[in-house]
């Protein structure tokens, strides 16, 4: 059995920074970087990294990224569900432009991504890993390795991630193209039943850890930088899977103490349900019955923490890759996820809602001779500003048509106040369309048919007093507020 001390010292949360982030000049070089490395995970809670105090989980390359570079700490993404936010995080566009508004919606042909600009520039272009087209379409990418890669690597060890999984499920790349699967999930007959446990509570995993999607992932980023670097300026996504279910990490990421460790956070149990949408009020009560047992919860909650944990040990792999290539100080690197995980919060699980921890995302910039090393910019920006950043870092053309401008004044001055709301939107085109505006301190949220969400982010953090259901209006102008709001929401909307 692994003891805390083993846990501590195998997951890499020694007190040191990683070797790749040592004599480095991210915040001292003068010309502009020509390699780009995007590491994007899938559903990470926006402040689960232990250097903004998570005791739960150990990133210590995380944590190296964020003290050389530029954190976002309140970036949305365009739509808490995969498919859609990826779409806009590649294209700029938000999701009633370029109408990837599920999952399973294939993409427009015609749809330019970031991969079109830069190889059209030069750059070679490349993603790794998870990338939810829905279609058999590159996008723009020179080199693609997708779930059918992975599966082909795997063989006959594809059962054991098939039996994590209790149904088919895309974002986790069964299918990758629904269309494949016409006749049903050829996996159904062979499942294990304990499948639909797992996947809801998470257990370590019975896979090696070599061949875990993250892990695959990792080794087939450094063989594009080992194999291309210096040759033609790189453009690289390199997308893990996790902390997406399934919670099922590799044994020596998980603390063998969990069960004493682990807490359920402050607001789970105590939402007022007459307070919130009808939407809201059914996820919570509709909860998994596993998930309602709490012993469940603290088990999904070590498991999901360590796949965080698991997942920062891969990014190093492919930081190490590129100092190895004597490219560290000449590219710049993003971390960022396609949305969060509620955590339990609020008695929720996985993302679909507006609150912090599910539409908000973590991000980085370490862009040398641009960003300051451990800055933090504090005001709303919407992730589907990174095509033009990123174009913009390049010194290569912004083009028109995208939703969001560049961040790159906000990456020069971190302190810099943002003059124009953010948005998100989900489910949108059916009856039940939901939207967020995100206007300084305040935040609303409209679904259609049901009672509205207003929150003062600054007095109340945890998004526990709906202002727009209290008896609060008036002297304190909550109903002005929300009428203001409503309506520049519902303006964009219409646009």
Same mark, same amino acid.
């Given at each position: 059995?692994?003891?805390?001390?083993?846990?501590?010292?195998? @997951?890499?949360?020694?007190?040191?920074?990683?070797?790749?982030?040592?004599?480095?000049?991210?915040?001292?070089?003068?010309?502009?970087?020509?390699?780009?490395?995007?590491?994007?995970?899938?559903?990470?809670?926006?402040?689960?990294?232990?250097?903004?105090?998570?005791?739960?989980?150990?990133?210590?390359?995380?944590?190296?990224?964020?003290?050389?570079?530029?954190?976002?700490?309140?970036?949305?993404?365009?739509?808490?569900?995969?498919?859609?936010?990826?779409?806009?995080?590649?294209?700029?566009?938000?999701?009633?432009?370029?109408?990837?508004?599920?999952?399973?919606?294939?993409?427009?042909?015609?749809?330019?991504?970031?991969?079109?600009? &830069?190889?059209?520039?030069?750059?070679?272009? @490349?993603?790794?890993?998870?990338?939810?087209?829905?279609?058999?379409?590159?996008?723009?990418?020179?080199?693609?390795?997708? &779930?059918?890669?992975? &599966?082909?690597? /795997?063989?006959?060890?594809?059962?054991?991630?098939?039996?994590?999984?209790?149904?088919?499920?895309?974002?986790?790349?069964?299918?990758?193209?629904?269309?494949?699967?016409?006749?049903?999930?050829?996996?159904?007959?062979?499942?294990?039943?304990?499948?639909?446990?797992?996947?809801?509570?998470?257990?370590?995993?019975?896979?090696?850890?070599?061949?875990?999607?993250?892990?695959?992932?990792?080794?087939?980023?450094?063989?594009?930088?080992?194999?291309?670097? %210096?040759?033609?300026?790189?453009?690289?996504?390199?997308?893990?899977?996790?902390?997406?279910?399934?919670?099922?990490?590799?044994?020596?990421?998980?603390?063998?103490?969990?069960?004493?460790?682990?807490? /359920?956070?402050?607001?789970?149990?105590?939402?007022?349900?007459?307070?919130?949408?009808?939407?809201?009020?059914?996820?919570?009560?509709?909860?998994?019955?596993?998930?309602?047992?709490?012993?469940?919860?603290?088990?999904?909650?070590?498991?999901?923490?360590?796949?965080?944990?698991?997942?920062?040990?891969?990014?190093?792999?492919?930081?190490? @890759?590129?100092?190895?290539?004597?490219?560290?100080?000449?590219?710049?690197?993003?971390?960022?996820?396609?949305?969060?995980?509620?955590?339990?919060?609020?008695?929720?699980?996985?993302?679909?809602?507006?609150?912090?921890?599910?539409?908000?995302?973590?991000?980085?910039?370490?862009?040398? %001779?641009?960003?300051?090393?451990?800055?933090?910019?504090?005001?709303?920006?919407?992730?589907? @500003?990174?095509?033009?950043?990123?174009?913009?870092?390049?010194?290569?053309?912004?083009?028109?048509?995208?939703?969001?401008?560049?961040?790159?004044?906000?990456?020069?001055?971190?302190?810099?106040?943002?003059?124009?709301?953010?948005?998100?939107? &989900?489910?949108?085109?059916?009856?039940?369309?939901?939207?967020?505006?995100?206007?300084?301190?305040?935040?609303?949220?409209?679904?259609?048919?049901?009672?509205?969400?207003?929150?003062?982010?600054?007095?109340?953090?945890?998004?526990?007093?709906?202002?727009?259901?209290?008896?609060?209006?008036?002297?304190?102008?909550?109903?002005?507020?929300?009428?203001?709001?409503?309506?520049?929401?519902?303006?964009?909307?219409?646009?």
């Amino acid at each position: 059995m692994i003891t805390r001390k083993q846990f501590l010292a195998s @997951a890499g949360a020694g007190l040191t920074a990683p070797a790749w982030a040592s004599q480095t000049t991210a915040s001292s070089r003068g010309p502009r970087p020509k390699n780009v490395l995007v590491l994007m995970s899938d559903q990470h809670h926006p402040r689960a990294m232990s250097c903004l105090g998570d005791p739960h989980v150990r990133t210590p390359n995380l944590d190296a990224l964020v003290a050389g570079g530029t954190s976002f700490h309140s970036m949305y993404c365009s739509n808490p569900v995969c498919g859609p936010s990826r779409a806009s995080f590649l294209t700029g566009l938000y999701t009633h432009h370029h109408r990837v508004v599920h999952n399973d919606v294939p993409w427009r042909a015609d749809l330019q991504t970031v991969a079109h600009y &830069f190889s059209r520039a030069g750059y070679l272009s @490349a993603i790794i890993g998870k990338a939810h087209f829905a279609d058999g379409q590159t996008h723009g990418f020179d080199y693609k390795l997708d &779930f059918n890669e992975w &599966f082909q690597y /795997l063989g006959p060890k594809t059962q054991l991630y098939a039996d994590e999984l209790p149904t088919t499920n895309g974002g986790c790349g069964f299918p990758e193209v629904f269309s494949e699967w016409e006749k049903g999930d050829p996996w159904a007959p062979t499942r294990k039943e304990a499948s639909a446990i797992y996947s809801r509570t998470g257990r370590p995993s019975p896979m090696p850890e070599e061949d875990h999607q993250e892990s695959w992932v990792a080794r087939e980023s450094v063989r594009f930088i080992k194999n291309y670097a %210096g040759k033609r300026p790189l453009f690289l996504i390199a997308s893990f899977l996790k902390p997406h279910n399934p919670f099922t990490p590799p044994p020596r990421f998980v603390d063998p103490d969990w069960q004493k460790n682990m807490l /359920l956070p402050d607001t789970y149990g105590k939402v007022d349900l007459a307070s919130v949408p009808e939407y809201i009020r059914n996820r919570i009560t509709n909860t998994e019955p596993l998930l309602k047992d709490p012993g469940n919860a603290r088990l999904r909650l070590a498991m999901y923490n360590a796949c965080i944990s698991y997942m920062d040990h891969c990014v190093g792999q492919v930081m190490d @890759a590129l100092k190895a290539a004597g490219i560290l100080d000449d590219t710049i690197v993003v971390y960022t996820a396609d949305h969060g995980e509620m955590r339990g919060e609020h008695g929720l699980w996985d993302k679909f809602v507006f609150y912090e921890s599910s539409a908000g995302v973590p991000c980085v910039v370490r862009a040398p %001779g641009v960003t300051t090393a451990g800055a933090v910019c504090q005001s709303p920006v919407s992730q589907v @500003a990174l095509v033009a950043t990123l174009l913009d870092l390049c010194g290569l053309p912004v083009r028109s048509g995208l939703d969001e401008p560049s961040l790159v004044p906000f990456l020069r001055d971190p302190g810099r106040e943002q003059d124009r709301p953010v948005y998100s939107e &989900f489910s949108i085109g059916g009856r039940s369309e939901k939207y967020m505006i995100r206007d300084g301190d305040w935040k609303y949220c409209y679904y259609m048919g049901d009672i509205p969400e207003l929150y003062n982010l600054r007095e109340d953090p945890l998004e526990m007093k709906n202002l727009a259901t209290k008896n609060l209006a008036g002297a304190n102008g909550h109903r002005e507020t929300a009428g203001r709001l409503q309506k520049q929401l519902l303006t964009w909307r219409r646009t």
